[in-house]
T-cell receptor, first 110, second 114 residues
Framework: GENVEQHPSTLSVQEGDSAVIKCTYS??????FPWYKQELGKGPQLIID?????GEKKDQRIAVTLNKTAKHFSLHITETQPEDSAVYFC?????????FGAGTTVTVRA | KAGVTQTPRYLIKTRGQQVTLSCSPI?????VSWYQQTPGQGLQFLFE???????NKGNFPGRFSGRQFSNSRSEMNVSTLELGDSALYLC?????????????FGEGSRLTVL
């Protein structure tokens, strides 16, 4: 089955700096890659996604890049703000389910 | 548009009991998936329902079951609860058909088994 690895597990950044989270996947048949943000006591919230026929996608301060050849994708958050502090999960969709990374706890220092 | 609604939000059970969790998807979404979230195993796929039929199932024992009603609302049931079943159970709905990937999650039902 699909195996998704996510790094780093924790990330602390100064407010205003950028944050980058990287994920790799194992199954070349995976074709959809969403990113979720989960705040304490809440469910995961879809923040951005990318399909396998696209290399990069941007939405305001958030961007995602996909390298199909290397089987890795990344989340970039620019100009980080305190409200960006949360756990972020990457996922890869293959066949019928999403396989999730283990999560990255992002802390934005004021 | 209202999001995915899950009830109850919190519940405590003892070993051997059974539990039923409920999920109302986003209006118009016909596909409902369930995931289990634990600190040790992360987010694990339980099953997916579409048009009242279970389309896909993850690697969980038969104690975990579910169903979907004609209005797309879904329930999952766990029988003979074990301590290891303590987790956040997340329901997600999708605007597409089964297996299309785009999932919108509810807040979850946090189950504690004592």
């Amino acid at each position: 089955g699909e195996n998704v690895e996510q790094h780093p597990s924790t990330l602390s950044v100064q407010e205003g700096d950028s944050a980058v989270i990287k994920c790799t996947y194992s199954d070349s048949a995976s074709n959809y890659f969403p990113w979720y943000k989960q705040e304490l006591g809440k469910g995961p919230q879809l923040i951005i996604d990318i399909r396998s026929n696209v290399g990069e996608k941007k939405d305001q301060r958030i961007a995602v890049t996909l390298n199909k050849t290397a089987k890795h994708f990344s989340l970039h958050i620019t100009e980080t703000q305190p409200e960006d502090s949360a756990v972020y999960f990457c996922a890869a969709h293959n066949d019928y389910k999403l396989s999730f990374g283990a999560g990255t706890t992002v802390t934005v220092r004021a | 548009k209202a999001g995915v609604t899950q009830t109850p939000r919190y519940l405590i059970k003892t070993r051997g009991q059974q539990v039923t969790l409920s999920c109302s998807p986003i209006s118009g979404h016909r596909s409902v998936s369930w995931y289990q979230q634990t600190p040790g195993q992360g987010l694990q796929f339980l099953f997916e329902y579409f048009s009242e039929t279970q389309r896909n199932k993850g690697n969980f024992p038969g104690r975990f079951s579910g169903r979907q009603f004609s209005n797309s609302r879904s329930e999952m049931n766990v029988s003979t609860l074990e301590l290891g079943d303590s987790a956040l159970y997340l329901c997600a709905s999708s605007p597409g058909g089964p297996g299309t990937g785009e999932l919108f999650f509810g807040e979850g039902s946090r189950l504690t088994v004592l």
